[in-house]
């Protein structure tokens, strides 16, 4: 790992595509400082998702955080979206430059 | 021929789907071609509103809404109690039903259009206002008035959503502007409309094919029900059409509307407001069996309906 490096969490999300407005306000309030959205097709517990039409749409959410950010954000998503929603979530260790730019 | 030719992109589409064909339409290009349809059936109801002063329309329109108020509120007993359906079910798939579907109200005009049959322009206007109270009793039968339900997000994603947004304005802009002032857009949403409606109806033929499997697992009473409960729907919007004094192409498109059951503003709302209840059966019920039962067997059962009904009443 170069020197200048930090480590750092990738927080990544799957879900739903009609919740991104839902989820951005989220991420903002629970202070993450950024994210990426991209639209996916896939296959999981809930069937196909195509994207051929707004209701099989899928979106990948990535979030670059310090872990307790992290923490707060997948408790929360758990808690609020797990229930009902098509939602898969998981967390790696990543390493940045820049690491003030994801630190709230 | 029997059916209206842009049905045909349906069937094209329905059998590529259910033979596993590659053909795909790329996700944009759905949302283009729906932006284009909700856009240019809002522009066609300003222009006729724009003829008629609106006050004229007022009484037509609340009792349209108080008849149609009746559908969400018969299916969800019917649902709960013949179909042994949970509550959120229930009341998800009858907003579903209550709601309507610009689609099939745009094929039931193409039907009427290419048959020379003449029908009040204003009916778009209740296609509009037809939209969304449906989706505000599903969500009163689901949760009640109490707490517990975010109506902020509801009514947001309702009157925020796109259907809405753009139906409304359109119909703000084509009645602001008046058939003069469209005059120069008609070339884009008057002449392209029954190409993009071919296109857009080839890519939910590959959706409604896609939904099969979902009803398969949903049962006979569901799909009994998308049969059914359009047809006694359709009963109803016939006979309200022909008493408030439609002719018959009119009380053809209000049964029509009645009939037809929502797959882009409901399911939308639902998930939302609903998000317990299961998704792949209503849309499966909307869009894998009403959706193609009206586009083949309904509008031609609503006309004739309604040229009876017109002979019984005058």
């Known amino acids: 790992m170069s020197p200048r490096t930090t480590p750092c969490k990738l927080l990544t999300i799957i879900c739903e595509a009609q919740l991104e407005n839902d989820l951005v306000d989220d991420l903002q309030r629970l202070h993450a400082t950024g994210y990426t959205i991209a639209d996916v097709r896939g296959r999981g517990a809930c069937g196909v998702r195509d994207a051929a039409w707004p209701p099989s749409a899928s979106i990948r959410v990535e979030v670059l955080c310090d872990e307790r950010t992290a923490g707060n954000i997948v408790d929360h998503l758990e808690r609020r979206y797990y229930a009902h929603y098509a939602m898969v979530l998981f967390l790696g260790d990543v390493a940045v430059l820049r690491s003030g730019k994801f630190t709230s | ?314």
Do not use: C
Request: glycine fraction near 14%.
């Open chain 2, 1 to 314: 021929m029997p059916f209206e030719p842009v049905i045909l992109f349906f069937l094209l589409g329905l059998t590529a789907g259910i033979a596993r064909s590659d053909l795909k339409i790329p996700g944009v290009l759905y949302e283009s071609l729906s932006i284009f349809l909700l856009l240019a059936i809002g522009l066609k109801g300003g222009i006729e509103l724009a003829r008629h002063p609106v006050a004229t329309l007022l009484p037509q329109a609340l009792a349209v809404l108080a008849t149609a108020a009746a559908i969400p509120l018969v299916a969800f007993p019917l649902l709960r109690r013949f179909g042994g359906l949970g509550r959120a079910d229930a009341a998800s798939i009858a907003a579903h039903y209550g709601s309507v579907s610009v689609v099939t109200f745009a094929v039931a005009a193409a039907w009427l259009a290419g048959r020379g049959i003449e029908a009040e322009g204003h009916l778009i206007v209740f296609l509009v206002l037809l939209e969304f109270p449906a989706l505000m009793i599903g969500v009163l039968l689901a949760r009640g008035a109490g707490n517990g339900t975010p109506w902020g997000r509801v009514l947001h994603e309702v009157f925020a959503g796109k259907s809405i947004v753009l139906l409304v304005g359109g119909l703000l802009i084509g009645w602001a502007a008046g058939p003069q002032g469209i005059q120069p857009l008609d070339r884009l949403f008057i002449d392209l409309f029954k190409g993009v409606l071919a296109l857009f109806l080839l890519e939910m033929g590959l959706v409604a094919a896609g939904r099969l499997g979902d009803l398969r697992r949903a049962g006979p009473f569901l799909a009994g029900f998308a049969i059914g409960m359009p047809l006694a729907a359709g009963v109803l919007g016939a006979l309200t059409g022909t008493l408030l004094g439609l002719s018959v192409g009119g009380a053809t498109l209000l049964a029509t509307l009645y009939a037809s059951a929502s797959y882009i503003a409901a399911p939308a709302a639902m998930r939302i407001a609903v998000p317990e209840a299961n998704p792949a059966l209503s849309i499966g019920a909307a869009l894998g069996i009403t959706f193609p039962f009206n586009l083949l067997l309904g509008v031609p059962a609503y006309h004739w309906l309604a040229g009876s009904l017109e002979g019984a009443f005058r």
